[in-house]
């Protein structure tokens, strides 16, 4: 089946560092794959998103590439503000699930000033 | 687009008690997701439907889970009766078509004493 492993929280950092996320995967076909942001206080929100390998996905600063080989979509950030402080969840979707997607569990990121 | 609209933010009621949660999905969407968050299981999907009609519910947790779409805007999940279990976070989220990235809403925050 499918299923998505990210990197455990807390994350906490201070300002302008660099961020790493990790995300793996195991799926059956090709899946597309996503980074959701949530806010506090909020629903998800898609960051960004890879349909196929070597895609890679940018959004506000943010990047992930679909690595194949690795089964692998990290998330990166060069330089990371307050207002990043939220939960960033790694997520795919595929045609074997009726391409319902499948979540990792969520890593909470604080970015200190 | 005022996008995925929920009511209520915030619900607070009894053991035993009937309680229904409202979700307004992205006009043109064809797909509506209901999932539950709480800090120990994460993010779970309960249900979800495609042109008004439930596809997979098998993540209903039980009888007192039921969920129903009359029309393409509008979709209700209700839980009768209530118990402190159940405390969690609602989330509905709507979505153009298979595979394509879900909008969330704000989500339900439901208390159940």
């Known amino acids: 089946g499918n299923s998505v492993t990210q990197m455990e929280g807390p994350v906490t950092l201070s300002e302008e560092a660099f961020l790493t996320i990790n995300c793996t995967y195991t799926?059956?076909?090709?899946?597309?794959l996503f980074w959701y942001v949530q806010y506090p206080g909020e629903g998800l929100q898609l960051l960004l998103k890879?349909?196929?390998?070597?895609d890679k996905g940018s959004n506000k600063g943010f990047e992930a590439t679909y690595r194949k080989e690795t089964t692998s979509f990290h998330l990166e950030k060069g330089s990371v503000q307050v207002s990043d402080s939220a939960v960033y969840f790694c997520?795919?979707?595929?045609?074997?699930?009726?391409?319902?997607?499948?979540f990792g569990a969520g890593t909470t990121v604080t970015v200190r000033a | 687009d005022a996008g995925v609209i929920q009511s209520p933010r915030h619900e607070v009621t009894e053991m035993g008690q009937e309680v229904t949660l409202r979700c307004k999905p992205i006009?043109?969407?064809?797909?509506l997701f209901w999932y539950r968050q709480t800090m120990m299981r994460g993010l779970e999907l309960l249900i979800y439907?495609?042109?008004?009609?439930?596809?997979?519910d098998s993540g209903m947790p039980e009888d007192r889970f039921s969920a129903k779409m009359p029309n393409a805007s509008f979709s209700t999940l209700k839980i009768q009766p209530s118990e402190p279990r159940d405390s969690a976070v609602y989330f509905c989220?709507?979505?153009?078509?298979?595979?394509?990235?879900?909008?969330f809403g704000n989500g339900t925050r439901l208390t159940v004493t």
């Open positions: 989220a709507s979505s153009q078509g298979a595979g394509s990235p879900l909008h």
């Open positions: 799926a059956t076909g090709y899946p597309s």
């Open positions: 890879a349909t196929k390998a070597d």
């Open positions: 997520a795919l979707s595929d045609y074997s699930n009726d391409y319902k997607l499948s």
């Open positions: 006009s043109g969407h064809d797909y």
């Open positions: 439907f495609n042109n008004n009609v439930p596809i997979d």
